[in-house]
């Protein structure tokens, strides 16, 4: 069966620090990867997305970038944090296209950036 | 463009209550759609999910029925219980790369 692992589960991190979140995939192959943003109390945003290894879109802007280095991994990286990017971090995987439309997210990653 | 609305929360309800969450949807073409169900500290976790109109997904006693002709897909239970505590999030898919959530609604199930 497919697992998802995201790591750490929480971090306290000072302003103007890096970041540097791990996602990591088990049991599929090819899947598309998504990072997601959710502010407390608030809904889902969308930060980047995957297709496959080194293929990246960005859905915002902002100081945060993606990479896949290899297929079942994605990483979630900032040089400066900002107050900004306090939130609950997390990846989700969905089966490449003409399979199951749903996706499966990780346990999330809590960042609170001091 | 696509499009998701769910009614907005908290919903606060009793234990054995019955539940309506509402979800309606602007979409092109013909989407899937979905409900997650996200519980305190956890990532989302998939409800249940219909394909085609007409469709009802079940699970766990919840149910949503695809209706096409009012473009909606309502969460209901017919009787909650405390654990049922959590957000829920409705969802579609019209065959791209993404999913178009809602803003999510948190059901509060008082004992």
């Known amino acids: 069966s497919q697992t998802i692992h995201q790591w750490p589960a929480t971090l306290v991190q000072p302003v103007g620090s890096p970041l540097s979140l791990e996602c990591t995939v088990e049991?599929?192959?090819?899947?598309?990867l998504y990072w997601y943003r959710q502010a407390a109390g608030r809904g889902l945003q969308l930060l980047f997305y995957?297709?496959?290894?080194?293929?990246i879109s960005s859905e915002v802007p902002q100081n945060l970038s993606a990479s896949r280095p290899q297929d079942r991994q994605f990483i979630l990286s900032s040089k400066k944090l900002l107050l900004s990017d306090s939130g609950f971090y997390l990846c989700?995987?969905?089966?490449?296209?003409?399979?199951?439309?749903?996706?499966?997210f990780g346990p999330g990653t809590r960042l609170t950036v001091l | 463009g696509n499009s998701v609305t769910q009614m907005e929360g908290p919903v606060t309800l009793s234990e054995e209550a019955f539940l309506t969450i509402n979800c309606t949807y602007t979409?092109?073409?013909?989407?899937?759609l979905f409900w997650y169900v996200q519980y305190p500290g956890e990532g989302l976790q998939l409800l249940l999910k219909?394909?085609?109109?007409?469709d009802k997904g079940s699970n766990k006693g919840f149910e949503a029925t695809y209706r096409k002709e009012t473009t909606s897909f309502h969460l209901e239970k017919g009787s909650v219980q405390v654990s049922d505590s959590a957000v829920y999030f409705c969802?579609?898919?019209?065959?791209?790369?993404?999913?178009?959530f809602g803003a999510g609604t948190r059901l509060f199930v008082k004992a």
């Open positions: 989700a995987w969905r089966a490449i296209a003409g399979g199951p439309d749903e996706q499966f």
């Open positions: 979409a092109t073409g013909y989407p899937s």
């Open positions: 219909a394909t085609k109109a007409d």
């Open positions: 049991g599929t192959s090819n899947p598309n």
């Open positions: 969802a579609l898919v019209t065959g791209g790369f993404k999913t178009i």
């Open positions: 995957s297709v496959g290894i080194g293929q």
